[in-house]
């Protein structure tokens, strides 16, 4: 119900009025503030610059009646409800009152907490339904109005858009034809008799299947066309087509159609648009053994890139141990200017792993073994995890690394692999900053869903800024402190955010810095609310209007599950109790779907016992909630699910 509420108070009786200021301040539903005047022509002053939700009336003022107050009011256009306020005895004054209008009445040795508080409930709806009654009349007869013109102005046009027709039929490329309930062309243009070589006069008249070439197509086609007619329920069911046709000539080719049935004089009519397609066939025939060429040659890359990568690492990996063993080998010690060479082996021999471990991810990217595990998650904690790995290597350097992405930025990606690109983006930074240098991690103004690495470092040549996110290209340099990498860790991330179907993108500076930013989809989370009761769902969707989701809501549990199986959903918040099927219900259909089994389910119930909780999470349920619900024990349960 509305609140706050301001009530004027229209009594010359000072005790009275004193009264009911009293008990309406007591109303806890509202906060009422009150202003009150003796009479009339007061009460109407006061009204000139103001507009109360409620009026209180006193049946008897002096010099007039609250009955006629009330009719004075409200022929001046005051939208408040009215109560008659009255100490007199009978129906006189109640019969007065509904013939003024007034919307309830109290009275005065009645007054009390629970009558005032139904009698403002009561008139609050009832002036409620009022405005929205008037309101649809007065939208109603603006309805009317508007279409009366429109019929005018569409009369006029329909004359008009008669020469159009012929004039636009004329010149189009296509042809048009009707049939006639018996499948007889009735009208025909004059591309169609360039495109088929009949003539008007050849060709009107004849059945439609004249132009069919013989053959499987020619029956179902002239079926599928009377199907339309026999179970067009409206003009505008259509059927497209395609179909080999033939030429006046005898020559065949290949023609796709579009058929509408149009309802005319109660019987069903088709009209017909062909085009010849055949050029277009060979064409995209062409087109698609080409491109399955093309994606057979990159599958058959990307295999030998795998295999030979996966054939590589098991050699590396036993030379290193070897290496290791060689390295550590105190019986037979190594002089230093072996060690130093030993120690160059090595360091080789690891940056090569690291090369083949990029390679294979790269490889499994690309042929689909990774794929991304999507879910909500705070972009500014995934930024601080990859800050705090690096910032030894970053002290080492004397560089200062700062995280400026806001608190609960959401992003909608794989925690795992978006972690990668940020800790792949921030070494690179780290690689080339120069002592006392900074890198910043940031939310690129006016644009959602995207994190940008920033440095102060020394840049990269604009010559290079073209192949830094390409396999083929050899991209990797030498950090400001001799730092040596594979120059696969670029291509990786890019192919991680291609994954995601987004993207990097990269500005630098020779000597002032680099920027790289990295782009996500922007996907609102969608959530799903089920409650019996419509305040409750209120309540909660209030809350959740703070933390920037797309709510709908469910008052059943087989609305609910009807919503789960059509729409994708990224939460459930479903109450356990309800009529014929609870949570529960929800919860184990959500479980025992495959397309749904990993979708979050919250349970809310008033029941605080044990059991309930238990039973809730031995079937499922991500978590539970008891009543009453506070929005700062809520919202954080859900933006553990949707960031």
Not at 135 to 142: G, W, Y
Not at 555 to 563: E, F, L, M, P
Request: with cysteine; glycine share 6%; proline share 4%.
């Amino acid at each position: 119900m509305k609140s706050p509420l301001q009530v004027l108070i229209i009594d010359d009786n000072a005790v009275d009025s004193t009264l009911l200021r009293v008990f309406l301040r007591k109303l806890a539903r509202w906060h009422v503030t009150t202003v009150v005047r003796q009479n009339g022509e007061d009460a109407m002053t006061w009204l000139k610059d103001n507009e109360p939700d409620l009026i209180f009336v006193d049946y008897r003022l002096e010099g007039e009646t609250g009955t006629e107050l009330i009719q004075q009011i409200k022929a001046a256009g005051c939208p408040a409800g009215f109560i008659l306020f009255t100490g007199h005895e009978g129906e006189e004054a109640i019969l007065e009152a509904w013939r003024a209008g007034a919307d309830d009445y109290i009275h005065k040795s009645e007054l009390s907490l629970e009558t005032l508080s139904r009698s403002i409930y009561h008139t609050l709806h009832k002036v409620s339904a009022s405005r929205a009654l008037q309101e649809a009349l007065d939208s109603l007869r603006r309805t009317k109005k508007d279409l009366e013109f429109r019929v005018l102005e569409r009369t006029a046009q329909l004359s008009e858009a008669h020469e159009q027709l012929d004039t636009i039929t004329s010149a189009a490329h296509d042809a048009i034809v009707m049939l006639d309930p018996g499948n007889r062309i009735i009208f025909w243009n004059p591309a169609a008799e360039r495109i088929f070589g009949y003539s008007p006069a050849e060709i009107l008249g004849q059945d439609f299947h004249t132009l069919l070439a013989q053959g499987e197509l020619w029956g179902t086609l002239l079926e599928d066309i009377g199907r339309i007619c026999r179970e067009g329920s409206d003009t505008g069911h259509r059927l497209v087509a395609e179909a080999m046709v033939r030429h006046q000539n005898g020559q065949n080719f290949v023609m796709e159609g579009s058929f509408t049935a149009i309802l005319m004089k109660g019987a069903w009519y088709v009209v017909g648009i062909l085009r010849d397609i055949t050029q277009q066939k060979e064409d995209l025939a062409t087109l698609k053994r080409a491109k399955e060429e093309a994606e057979q040659a990159t599958r058959l890359k990307d295999r030998f890139v795998s295999l030979v990568a996966h054939d590589l690492r098991g050699p590396f990996t036993t030379i290193l141990g070897f290496l290791e063993l060689l390295e550590n080998d105190v019986k037979n010690p190594l002089s230093s200017k072996q060690k130093s060479f030993l120690a160059w082996v090595v360091e080789s021999s690891k940056k090569m792993l690291r090369m083949i471990d990029e390679l294979l991810n790269i490889s499994r990217l690309k042929t689909g073994k990774i794929t991304p595990d999507r879910r909500f998650f705070d972009a500014r904690f995934a930024g601080e995890r990859a800050l705090e790995n690096l910032q030894p290597q970053a002290m080492a350097k004397k560089i200062l690394l700062a995280n400026h992405i806001p608190e609960n930025y959401r992003v909608y990606a794989d925690p795992n692999l978006f972690g990668e690109v940020l800790h792949n983006l921030i070494s690179n930074a780290v690689k080339f900053s120069r002592p006392g240098d900074q890198i910043t991690l940031k939310a690129p103004q006016g644009e959602l869903s995207s994190v940008a690495v920033e440095d102060t470092g020394v840049g990269i040549p604009a010559s290079r800024l073209v192949n830094l996110f390409k396999l083929e290209e050899k991209t990797s340099t030498t950090g400001t402190a001799g730092e040596h990498g594979t120059g696969f860790g670029l291509p990786f991330a890019d192919e991680i955010m291609r994954a995601h179907g987004g993207s990097i993108r990269v500005v630098s500076e020779e000597n002032k810095g680099s920027t790289f930013s990295v782009h996500l989809p922007t996907v609102t989370p969608r959530l799903l609310v089920v409650d019996d009761d419509p305040d409750f769902r209120k309540l909660l969707l209030t809350f959740l209007e703070r933390i920037g989701v797309s709510s709908t809501e469910s008052s059943t549990a087989r609305d609910a599950i009807h919503k789960i199986s059509q729409y994708p959903f990224h939460l459930v918040i479903c109450d356990v109790n309800m009529p014929e099927m609870g949570g529960f219900e929800v919860l184990s259909h959500v479980r025992s779907n495959p397309k749904t089994k990993t979708l979050p389910v919250i349970l809310i119930t008033g029941d605080n016992s044990m059991e309930s909780r238990e039973k809730a999470f031995r079937m499922g349920a991500d978590d539970f909630i008891n009543k009453p619900i506070a929005a700062n024990e809520f919202l954080p349960r859900v933006r553990h699910f949707v960031g």
